[in-house]
T-cell receptor
Framework: DQQVKQNSPSLSVQEGRISILNCDYT??????FLWYKKYPAEGPTFLIS?????DKNEDGRFTVFLNKSAKHLSLHIVPSQPGDSAVYFC??????????FGGGTRLMVKP | GAVVSQHPSRVICKSGTSVKIECRSL??????MFWYRQFPKQSLMLMAT?????????EQGVEKDKFLINHASLTLSTLTVASAHPEDSSFYIC???????????FGPGTRLTVL
């Protein structure tokens, strides 16, 4: 049973526009959510996180929104840049325990 | 800060040999380290969790006799793939977490190819 799902395997966006990556979860015990960016043959790089007590967290071009009632979170990147092209994973944890990862979404930002 | 290294970055070995991968936290004490495996175009799959000084906790379906994990110090964990076979070929990634943090910091990964 996949507790964290990223239903879009890929997303293509024009440079300068907004990229919206979505993530859904089923476990209501998750209380901390993270987004990672990953290039091929490299380890994931932490991007941004959000605690379940918040509904929004912003860091530069990256904003994460959390809708607890819908068990849904999203990552907004604006403006998108070609260097943002990578695979993005959302992850969730419960009480600081292990991370459960979604399947990833490949973002392609076209110049 | 919070840098995690892995060594080697790439290893090619013959079937039947054992391979050791090291994971080090360079600037913090990692009370917990995690080992993941990633197959092409798939997500990261947690293999095991190890706390310093205690035995690793393996996820369901992961053979503890095949994937030996040692977390001997607060800055080093090792994963040994015993008697590796071609199906063990994969990208192995470690991560580390310090006490009180929710975040995991990932190493750069190790590409294992078993011929």
């Amino acid at each position: 049973d996949q507790q964290v799902k990223q239903n879009s395997p890929s997303l293509s966006v024009q440079e300068g526009r907004i990229s919206i990556l979505n993530c859904d979860y089923t476990n209501s015990m998750f209380d901390y959510f993270l987004w990672y960016k990953k290039y091929p043959a490299e380890g994931p790089t932490f991007l941004i996180s959000i605690s379940s007590i918040k509904d929004k967290n912003e860091d530069g071009r990256f904003t994460v929104f959390l809708n607890k009632s819908a068990k849904h979170l999203s990552l907004h990147i604006v403006p998108s840049q070609p260097g943002d092209s990578a695979v993005y994973f959302c992850a969730a944890s419960n009480a600081g325990n292990m991370l459960t990862f979604g399947g990833g979404t490949r973002l392609m930002v076209k110049p | 800060g919070a840098v995690v290294s892995q060594h080697p970055s790439r290893v090619i070995c013959k079937s039947g040999t054992s391979v050791k991968i090291e994971c080090r936290s360079l600037d913090f004490q990692a009370t917990t380290m995690f080992w993941y495996r990633q197959f092409p175009k798939q997500s990261l799959m947690l293999m095991a969790t190890s706390n310093e000084g205690s035995k690793a906790t393996y996820e369901q379906g992961v053979e503890k006799d095949k994937f030996l994990i040692n977390h001997a110090s607060l800055t080093l964990s090792t994963l040994t793939v015993a008697s590796a076979h071609p199906e063990d070929s994969s990208f192995y990634i470690c991560s580390a977490r310090y006490r009180g943090s929710n975040e995991q910091f990932f190493g750069p990964g190790t590409r294992l190819t078993v011929l």
